[in-house]
Structures are given as C-alpha cells and as structure tokens.
C-alpha cells in the first residue's frame, strides 16, 4: 500500500512570505506528527495529532507555526512570515495508533529554503 | 525537560558487530525507539523496547535498562548498507524525543 506523502518535495521560499506544506498518511492511521530536522541534526518534534482529541502542540517554536488536519487524514503546516532560521527538512509521520508501539512511518520530507 | 546522548560518529568493518549507545534524562516516557536513516532519505523504524530487556528483530537488537536510563541498539554481520545515521527517541505517549543521531560508517 501507499506509504505516508508529503508535498512539495522542496519549496524555496523568500523571507517574509507564508508556506503551506502537506501531508497525507497512511490510510487508516488515527495519529499523525509533524517534525523538522536541521542539517546534520536529530529530529525535532513539533505537533501530533490523535483522532478527534485536541492536538499537542507543545513543540511549535513559534506561534507564526499551526496546523490542521482534516477529516482525520490530511494535514497542513503553516509557516506565516518565514524567517531564515526556518530552513530545515519538514517531516510528517503517521502511526496506526496513539504512540503505535514507538514504530512510525515517516514520508519523505519537504526541504525548506527561506532566503 | 528530557534529552538523549548519543555518540556522533562511529566506525566499523565489514561483518563486524556494533553497539550504538544511548543515555537519556526524561521525568517519564513509555518505551525507547530506534531509527535509521540514510542520507537524504526518511527514517525507518528498526527496534522499540517498551520495557527492560533485549528485543531481537533479525540482525539489529536493542536493549534497555530503566534503571540505568541507558539503551544501545546492535548491530551484527555488518554490511555495507548498514553506513546510515541510527537515531535513538523516546516514546512520550505519541510524540518521540529524539537524540541527535549517530552516523555509523562501515568499511570493508
């Protein structure tokens, strides 16, 4: 089956300017995560989403960061006015449940240059 | 807050036997995780320990002690595939915490 999707595969951006990314998981999966990752870094949490629950949004750096997901499957990320140090790979991640055993399924990223 | 240590970098040869460790401080999670990732590529799970012990899942194994809040993932019968980053994460009820990565480099 279709693993988790994400688009663009890259977006260059000007500073100043507002970026939307997407995600689409698995089919089936209730819980979905967004992280980014620096070059040469580990993975930084940012939000999760779990079924009709409230999302933890206890990982966004910033509130110029949200996210949605509708319908309980796709998931946008908002970044409005992007700063430089925004720049990094933006990951979405699905599990078929809550915590899903520590085992997630990653897409395969969107690289966002901000200028 | 929590957080994960983990070498940078480590080198093996070929057909060799590896052990990645890891050491973190967290006030509580459910299980840690292990991931690799190749340049360029998304990380893939390889191993969860939800609680102490070793958990074998072909050539990689995994450990963890609580009590010592330590946890290593091992790798026998190195092959060349295996050069990638392996990423150690806690499982905090849905979200992981992730180390910084260890790239492992094997030679022939």
């Known amino acids: 089956g279709a693993g988790v999707s994400q688009s663009p595969s890259n977006k260059v951006t000007e500073k100043g300017k507002d970026v939307e990314l997407r995600c689409d998981p698995i089919s089936g999966h209730t819980a979905l995560y967004w992280y980014r990752q620096s070059l040469g870094q580990g993975l930084e949490f940012l939000i999760y989403?779990?079924?009709?629950?409230?999302?933890?949004k206890s990982g966004l750096p910033s509130d110029r960061f949200s996210a949605e997901r509708t319908g309980g499957s796709v998931s946008t990320l908002t970044i409005q006015r992007t700063q430089q140090e925004d720049s990094a790979v933006y990951l979405c991640a699905s599990s078929l449940t809550e915590g899903g055993g520590g085992e997630q399924f990653f897409g395969p990223g969107t690289r966002l240059t901000v200028l | 807050g929590q957080s994960l240590e983990q070498p940078s970098e480590v080198t093996a040869v070929e057909g060799a036997i590896v052990q990645i460790n890891c050491t973190y401080q967290t006030s509580g999670f459910y299980g840690l995780s292990w991931y690799q990732q190749h340049d360029g590529g998304a990380p893939t799970f390889l191993s969860y320990n939800a609680l102490d012990g070793l958990e074998e899942t072909g050539r990689f194994s995994s450990f963890l002690s609580r009590s010592d809040s330590y946890g290593y993932l091992l790798l026998q019968e190195l092959q060349m595939k295996d050069s990638a980053s392996y990423f150690c994460?806690?499982?905090?009820?849905?979200?992981?915490?992730f180390g910084q990565g260890t790239e492992l480099s094997v030679k022939p």
């Open positions: 994460a806690l499982n905090q009820g849905g979200k992981l915490i």
């Open positions: 989403f779990q079924g009709n629950s409230a999302p933890d």
